[in-house]
């Protein structure tokens, strides 16, 4: 059974930083695309950003493009997304998630959603 466990939101003022973590168990992620997610109430999960299997290419979202990183560390099964200059838009449930490329990822998952981390960027 896979299982992603999403941590590192919280609160912050716009124009801070927060790290968000995934670690992936039950099943070797090393070579599928991983995604970053974000949900707010009454609105469609979006993709926000996701990683090449080798780190070699990235994808991102308008509405994050210098702002935002994503990073991959294989050996731990780990994605991370490093958010800057947070903005109250930036509020939302981020979850994590594996597919098969970056191009497709937005569309095709392989595992269950878990609970997400909440980041709230307050004005």
């Known amino acids: 059974q896979v299982q992603l466990v999403e941590s590192g939101g919280g609160l912050v003022q716009a124009g801070g930083s927060l790290r968000l973590s995934c670690a992936a168990s039950g099943r070797t992620f090393n070579i599928y695309a991983m995604g970053w997610f974000r949900q707010t109430p009454g609105k469609e999960r979006e993709i926000v950003a996701a990683i090449s299997w080798n780190s070699f290419s990235t994808y991102y979202t308008d509405s994050v493009k210098g702002r935002f990183t994503i990073s991959r560390d294989n050996a731990k099964n780990t994605v991370y997304l490093q958010m800057d200059n947070l903005k109250p838009e930036d509020t939302a449930v981020y979850y994590c998630?594996?597919?098969?490329?970056?191009?497709?990822?937005?569309?095709?998952?392989?595992?269950?959603w878990g609970q997400g981390t909440q980041v709230t960027v307050s004005s």
């Open positions: 998630n594996v597919g098969p490329s970056i191009t497709t990822i937005s569309g095709r998952t392989f595992a269950s």
